[in-house]
């Protein structure tokens, strides 16, 4: 089992711009939850996918958006780029009804300049 | 979710049991004490969880007040690789909820030799 996997783990993207990170759920799990981790501070929930609907959202604006595709896997999406975007971008998943623990991905860590 | 109080930074000697306090006054009856760790530049990864009583793994002890007010996460034999921060996080257990969490800034543990 690969757990949670991440892509790219790394990203450099210019202001303005528009990025996408994805994310392959561990085998059995059907929820993806992704987070922002700002440098020194604790994960950030952004939102929650199941069922391929947003279920869950956190305090960030319209320009972060995500989409869950029938295989489980997740992607975010962040529009117009700030240099405050910068962050270690992380996908957890779990398993909807039964799950009591989540599993965490390494990150995508994502710079704007 | 209740909010938690934790000591900013910890330092243990290796070998030695590492103790680790959480503060949480305003738990309500129906919610879970949770531990993660996270290793520099890795995702957090689950330690334990319980409910009222006190419960053991492989990687931990978790003690929870009486009263549920506070709890202690142990490790009992300390290693260099225990280096993390360590999030105390209180949560309804079960469903959507489980990868839906809300982190503080934790407790840094250093384990020296």
């Known amino acids: 089992d690969a757990g949670v996997t991440q892509s790219p783990t790394h990203l450099i993207k210019t202001r303005g711009q528009q990025v996408t990170l994805r994310c392959s759920p561990k085998s059995g799990h059907d929820t993806v939850s992704w987070y922002q981790q700002a440098l020194g501070q604790g994960p950030q929930f952004i939102f929650q996918y199941y069922e391929e609907e947003e279920r869950q959202r956190g305090n960030f604006p319209d320009r972060f958006s995500g989409h869950q595709f029938p295989n489980y896997s997740s992607e975010l999406n962040v529009n117009a780029l700030l240099l405050g975007d910068s962050a270690l971008y992380l996908c957890?998943?779990?398993?909807?009804?039964?799950?009591?623990?989540?599993?965490f991905g390494q990150g995508t860590r994502l710079t704007v300049v | 979710d209740a909010k938690t109080t934790q000591p900013t930074s910890m330092d243990c000697a290796e070998g030695r049991a590492a103790n680790l306090p959480c503060n949480h006054s305003?738990?309500?009856?129906?919610?879970?004490v949770y531990w993660y760790r996270q290793i520099h530049s890795q995702g957090p990864q689950y330690i334990i969880h319980?409910?009222?009583n006190n419960e053991t793994n492989e990687m931990a002890s978790l003690i929870i007040t009486e009263d549920r007010k506070s709890s202690t996460l142990i490790l009992p034999h300390a290693t260099l690789r225990d280096t993390a921060v360590y999030y105390c996080i209180v949560r309804v257990a079960g469903g959507g909820t489980a990868s839906k969490l809300t982190f503080g800034t934790g407790t840094r543990l250093q384990v020296t030799l």
């Open positions: 319980g409910l009222k």
């Open positions: 305003t738990i309500s009856g129906n919610e879970y």
């Open positions: 957890a998943s779990s398993e909807d009804g039964r799950g009591t623990e989540a599993f």
